[in-house]
């Protein structure tokens, strides 16, 4: 079955620092892939998504570009900032092995960012 | 434009209840899409309404159920609650594959 492996940590970087989380998937159709963000006490936000090989998707400073080469979505920000202290989650869309055109999303079990300033 | 709204957002059950949870999806949006939320288990997928037809069930067991409704409204109902059930439970909706999915703010519901 479909699969996301993220780095879990928790990642503690100084504002300012440059950010990577490593994301790679295993999927047995051609899946869509995403970034959310939660922050405490909420739901998921859609940070950024990619649908086909070589897409670059990029929001409020975050990039990551879909590598079906290496299975890879890593998410990336050149200058993190105190409020993206988050919990990232990684996570890919594929058609249902039920078929009857559903999609659903599999996730990673997420990273949690803190940004001390 | 409206997100996706989930109601309650708190819920305090004992065990043996039942809950029903309720997700209202953006207009327009005819996929809604479960999910529950644990620290142990991570984010996992509970089933996918469109059309007022269920078109895909994770691997929970039968105590879950839902339906959506021709407005697209949907619900999810947990029968004779166990203790772990307690989680946040998410709601999902989307206009397709490739635009993403738009997540209401979630139920927190705690089985004592």
């Known amino acids: 079955g479909d699969s996301v492996t993220q780095m879990e940590g928790p990642v503690t970087l100084s504002e300012e620092a440059f950010l990577t989380i490593n994301c790679t998937y295993t999927a047995t159709g051609y899946p869509s892939l995403f970034w959310y963000v939660q922050y405490p006490g909420e739901g998921l936000q859609l940070l950024l998504k990619a649908t086909k090989a070589d897409d670059k998707g990029s929001n409020k400073g975050f990039e990551a570009t879909y590598r079906k080469e290496t299975t890879s979505f890593h998410l990336e920000k050149g200058s993190v900032q105190v409020s993206d202290s988050a919990v990232y989650f990684c996570?890919?869309?594929?058609?249902?092995?039920?078929?009857?055109?559903?999609?659903?999303?599999?996730f990673g079990k997420g990273t949690k960012l803190s940004v001390i300033p | 434009k409206a997100g996706v709204t989930q109601t309650p957002r708190y819920l305090i059950k004992t065990r043996g209840q039942q809950v029903t949870l309720s997700c209202s999806p953006i207009?327009?949006?005819?996929?809604v899409s479960w999910y529950q939320q644990t620290p142990g288990q991570g984010l996992q997928f509970l089933f996918e309404?469109?059309?007022?037809?269920?078109?895909n069930k994770g691997n929970f067991p039968g105590r879950f159920s839902g339906r959506q409704f021709s407005n697209s409204r949907s619900e999810m109902n947990v029968s004779t609650l166990e203790l772990g059930d307690s989680a946040l439970y998410l709601c999902?909706?989307?206009?397709?594959?490739?635009?993403?999915?738009?997540f209401g703010s979630g139920t927190r519901l705690t089985v004592v």
């Open positions: 309404y469109f059309s007022e037809t269920q078109r």
């Open positions: 207009s327009g949006h005819r996929s």
């Open positions: 999902a909706s989307t206009q397709g594959q490739g635009y993403g999915y738009t």
């Open positions: 996570a890919l869309s594929d058609l249902a092995v039920s078929g009857a055109g559903s999609y659903q999303l599999t």
